[in-house]
């Protein structure tokens, strides 16, 4: 995508220091043809998987999840105690969602989200994983420089914050939750969930108040 698109997808960010094609990506590719000409795996198949997570699994779903639990502190207990009965409970369970574990950010810590390793990401409450997230460059800048990554996705937190860099793995995954912006008391969950961004569930984003004309 490029910026032209911008306006049409506003919430779409992309960063182009972190997009390159992972070389993951191009093996994951070229192993998907050699199979599909082999007749090893069902296309149609495939394609109503991606589908699936593309269209109807994606981050509305962690947004869900986020918005319950600033309105609910008993869910909000639960889901810092055992996020994946609290998760699947909101029915979000599948593939590559196994042990959800979620982040509380607060005023004193904000925690940020990556796999060093490749893209193991929370497919059931964000959906698939967006290209930054999957860039060596990414990977591994955000361990070494995590404020450096904030301020390329236009983050910046006060200095006394602490940031904790959480590292995926194939058997536990993150979800964070972001911190309630203010000015929302009146709002209904369905509305709060509409504020959270895929990106502030990955800590490179931070949720912006609602102002009149987003009402
Ligand atoms: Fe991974």
């Known amino acids: 995508m490029g910026y032209d698109d911008k ?14 094609l992972s070389e993951m990506d191009a093996r994951v590719r ?18 109503a998987v991606v589908e699936r997570y593309e269209k109807e699994v994606g981050p509305h ?8 639990a600033w309105t609910d502190p008993e869910y909000r207990r639960w ?13 979000h369970v599948g593939r590559q969602g196994e042990h959800m574990v979620a982040l509380e950010n607060t005023s ?6 990556v796999c060093t390793l490749c893209s193991c990401y ?15 460059s990414y990977r ?19 200095e006394d914050t602490e940031i904790k860099v959480w590292d995926s793995t194939a058997e536990v995954r993150y979800l964070v939750v ?24 990955i800590g490179t984003g931070l949720i912006q108040a609602p102002t009149d004309t987003a009402r």
């Open 30 to 47: 070229a192993l998907e043809t050699l199979l599909t000409e082999k007749g090893l795996v069902d296309q149609a198949g495939l394609s």
């Open 79 to 91: 889901l810092f105690e055992d996020a994946d009965a609290a998760i699947e409970s909101l029915g």
């Open 108 to 113: 004193q810590r904000h925690n940020m989200v």
């Open 178 to 201: 972001p911190m309630r912006p203010e000015g929302t008391s009146g709002m209904s969950e369905e509305q709060l969930a509409e504020l959270v961004t895929r990106d502030s569930m």
């Open 7 to 20: 306006h049409e997808h506003e919430h779409e960010h992309d960063h182009p220091e972190y997009s390159e």
């Open 140 to 158: 591994s800048k955000v361990v070494i420089d995590p404020r450096g990554v904030l301020a390329d996705f236009g983050v910046s937190l006060p």
């Open 122 to 136: 929370p497919w059931p409450v964000l959906g698939l994983p967006p290209v930054w997230y999957k860039s060596p």
């Open 61 to 68: 779903n962690g947004a869900l999840v986020v918005a319950k």
